[in-house]
């Protein structure tokens, strides 16, 4: 049976999310600012939750009607059948977003989900389930707009991203499906030499680890479709037998990572160590003002420090142009991408963009600045009277 679903994302990563949709053999695939809709059956579901890099949830579309008023919301959803999907004894929690909803109160109508899921399963159950803002077995996520209200249960219960790799971190992490699809914006692959010269605690380098190895994202987590009544555990199995069974013996990689810091670089060899991926990633500790390339073309990716992170602009104003020079003059035939909060790095960097992806970690609205490093200067020869010509896109 074909079901509705929708996977949020990271904003600036929805192409690259409906990419991997379609390779874990989604429907109807829909990308929309925020996530993706798609639609297939349970193992799809089961599949994407436990392989999907990129969407920070799978939600399943219970219902999507028009409404007018609170009541309509309260009507609509104690009228589905929550005694079919799972038990009153697991706790819930209601979330709600909106966008240009004319209900007045989104507090109230958070309030009326909550009710008539609770009145519902008091009918038909004589038992309402518990309320657990903190860690609930069951999420029930509401969307409103102008004229539709939607909702969804929530298949992954905790957020994908959330691995359970990554056992420290530094002051400003990446989440890990964003790093994921960084890589993939990036248009790396395994077998290509990967640079991370400021890695922190190594989210970057994790991620590329379980792609060069074929990991399954999902494989060393428990879901909340597993409690739902119509869980197929036999199917759940052989899903996951399989992706096991594509597993790459872990290996060298060519995979690099360095940071100036020895604090860092031990949270990332101890998070390399948890995930048994040590052998993958070659680390040592440089300044990146001082490395050279591992290979002799390859692809550099990293987060590196901005002002709210470290809060000294002046240093960081002397930093972003050396940066800038050594990346030209000992990273030609390389490509760069550093992903920044920090207005000033792509003024003050002297290097020409190819691209400016806008991407957000969290909610700190970033860059992902793309340099094709060529030896010599990128831009091309011109009259002193013409404008400059540079070839950033994707600038909103």
């Given amino acids: 049976m074909t079901e509705h ?11 690259v999310l409906a990419a ?23 193992r799809t579901c089961y599949r994407a939750n436990l392989e999907s890099r990129i969407a920070s949830r799978v939600l399943w579309q219970i219902t999507r009607h028009s409404y007018r008023s609170e009541a309509d919301i309260y009507d609509l959803t104690h009228a589905l059948p929550w005694q079919d999907w799972f038990e009153p004894g697991l706790s819930i929690k209601v979330n709600l977003a909106a966008i240009k909803c004319p209900l007045r109160s989104l507090d109230f109508v958070t309030l009326r989900i909550k009710d008539a899921v609770c009145d519902k399963f008091r009918a038909t159950r004589g038992k309402r389930p518990d ?22 249960l929530d298949t992954s219960g905790e957020a994908l991203f959330k691995r359970g790799l990554r056992q420290t971190q530094g002051e400003a992490p990446l989440r890990e499906n964003l790093a994921a699809g960084i890589l993939a914006l990036a248009g790396w692959h395994p077998g290509t030499p990967l640079l991370d010269p400021m890695c922190g605690s190594g989210t970057l380098l994790l991620e590329a680890a379980q792609i060069a190895c074929r990991i399954a994202p999902g494989s060393g987590r428990q879901f909340a479709f597993e409690k739902l009544k119509l869980f197929d555990a036999g199917n759940w199995k052989k899903l996951k037998q399989t992706a096991t069974s594509r597993q790459l013996e872990r290996t060298f990689q ?6 100036l810091y020895g604090s860092a670089l031990a949270h990332a060899r101890h998070n390399l160590a948890a995930a048994e991926l040590a ?15 591992p290979a002799e073309t390859g692809i550099l990716v990293s987060n590196p420090p ?19 020079n050594v990346l030209k003059q000992r990273f030609s035939g390389w490509r760069a991408f550093l992903l920044t909060a920090d207005p000033m790095l792509p003024k003050t960097i002297r290097l020409t963009p190819s691209r400016r992806i806008p991407l957000f970690n969290g909610a700190l609205e970033c860059r992902l600045l793309e340099y094709r490093l060529v030896a010599g200067s990128m831009r091309k020869t011109k009259s002193p009277d013409a404008p400059e010509q540079t070839a950033a896109t994707h600038e909103p």
Wanted: aromatic share 12%.
């Fill in 5 to 15: 679903f929708f996977a949020p994302c990271p904003r600036g990563l929805e192409s």
């Fill in 20 to 42: 991997e949709l379609e390779q874990l053999d989604a429907a109807s695939i829909q990308p929309s600012p925020g996530g993706v809709a798609f639609q297939g059956d349970w």
């Fill in 131 to 152: 309320i657990d803002t903190a860690s609930p077995d069951m999420r029930v996520h509401g969307f409103l707009d102008a004229q539709k209200f939607t909702l969804y």
């Fill in 254 to 259: 060519s995979i690099y990572g360095s940071d």
């Fill in 279 to 293: 052998e993958c990633v070659t680390l040592k500790q440089a300044n990146v003002l001082e490395i050279s390339p």
């Fill in 306 to 324: 901005y002002g709210m992170r470290i809060g000294d602009q002046q240093e960081l104003a002397v930093f972003y142009p050396q940066l800038g």
